[in-house]
């Protein structure tokens, strides 16, 4: 028996190998993890990288907004009146941190007497002279160096047209990308396994029912049915993420218990009734462990419709809320400059889901070569 059991690890752990092996060979399925890795790094250390460290991303500085990719700016960094609330570490790694400064747009500066007299940028061509105490605007520093709270600040994609970070922004962004992938699939994959079992395994009239509804939700439209859980649940970042796992799970019931119709009939499922363990661990120990490649690869296209659904919602107002980020919020707030002179604005977060979603495609067709899935 002890030999029986040693033979069937050795034969797991050779069947995982070989699929390893294949799937590093296929070069589409290597890209879409490298980019999924990659946006799971950027997604944890976001706010750690990301031009804008305030939470969200949303340092609004209206005069500069909607410029293109590469615009530079001066800015004379004031103190709030009010203090700002010191964070942990951890805090601000996943929060962000407030800024302790005011910023703002200026265009030149100089010392007259115990003041700091600023060009204030209003707009192109129009400025606004002011003053500012030096105890204000001084900071410590060694000789030769500014003296005054001075920074010119770099916009590699450009600003919003709230004057907010571009790339801020899209990087913080992706957590709501995986996010709402990650937390679509777990609900997707607990009801679609559990729901094709009952169907796949038992049969008959549980069969029928489950079937019944699988056919209700399938014959409803993705889009409108996400609509209506939303309008039910209500606006907000959860609710989205609940909205869209409700409506993906058809596919893995139906791909479950297809599988379950084909494998409660073999021999090792024969034995193991023999053996009178119970229905549950038949179900979960025996033959789902054996039927999970295709159901991998379902959930891979989930992970990917998930990201473009959200998207979706996001720029129709119903998903993701501002001021948090999201690429599809993103888009809609600033499409309107396609078709002006800054098309980048809204060309960024748009090809920032393209590659998201094209990975999360690529590595579900490597998967499903690696597993020899058929259909």
């Known amino acids: 028996m002890e030999k029986q059991e040693s033979k069937m690890i050795e034969a797991g752990q050779s069947f995982k190998q070989k699929t390893w092996k294949r799937l590093r060979k296929n070069k589409g399925a290597v890209f879409g993890m490298i980019v999924i890795l990659l946006a799971c790094i950027v997604a944890l250390t976001a706010y750690l990288f ?20 590469g615009f530079k700016q001066q800015f004379l960094l004031l103190p709030k009146d009010r203090k700002t609330k010191d964070v942990s570490f951890l805090h601000y790694l996943f929060f962000g941190k407030e800024d302790v400064y005011n910023y703002i747009p200026i265009n030149s500066y100089q010392q007259k007497g115990d003041s ?39 916009f590699r994609l450009g600003t919003d047209k709230y004057g907010r970070d571009i790339l801020s922004r899209l990087l913080i962004g992706v957590r709501v990308s995986l996010a709402v992938g990650l937390i679509t699939v777990v609900i997707s994959l607990s009801i679609g396994v559990l729901l094709g079992s009952i169907a796949g395994y038992f049969g008959g009239r549980a ?16 889009l409108l049915l996400v609509f209506a859980i939303t309008l039910m649940l209500g606006k ?42 119970s229905t549950p661990r038949i179900i979960f120990r025996h033959i789902l ?37 999201s690429w599809g919020l993103m888009i809609k707030e600033n499409y309107n400059f396609i078709i002006t002179h800054n098309p980048m604005l809204a060309l960024a977060p748009g090809i920032a889901i393209m590659l998201l979603v094209l990975a999360f495609n690529l590595l579900g067709n490597g998967l499903r070569d690696a597993l020899n899935v058929r259909g």
Not at 50 to 69: L, T
Not at 129 to 154: C, D, H, Q
Not at 292 to 313: D, K, Q, T, W, Y
Request: zero cysteines.
């Open 50 to 69: 990301a031009p804008d460290g305030s939470p969200d991303a949303n340092r609004m500085i209206v005069e500069i907004g909607g410029r293109k990719p």
């Open 116 to 154: 700091l007299i600023v060009e204030k940028f209003i707009d192109e061509g129009i400025e606004d002279r002011l003053a500012y105490p030096l105890s204000m605007v001084r900071i410590n520093s060694s000789a030769g160096k500014n003296m005054y709270n001075v920074e010119t600040i770099t």
């Open 236 to 277: 907000g970042f959860w609710q989205v993420f609940i909205a869209i796992g409700l409506t993906m799970w058809v596919n893995v019931a139906r791909i479950v218990r297809g599988q379950i119709l084909s494998a409660r009939e073999l021999e090792y499922v024969e034995a193991a009734r023999a053996l009178g363990f």
């Open 207 to 222: 069969d029928d029912i489950i079937m019944w509804l699988l056919n209700v939700i399938w014959s409803i439209p993705t």
């Open 289 to 325: 462990p054996n039927v999970m490649g295709p159901v991998l690869v379902v959930a891979a296209s989930n992970f990917a419709s998930a990201i473009v659904i959200e998207a979706g919602l996001s720029f129709l107002g119903i998903g993701v809320q501002p001021p948090q980020p």
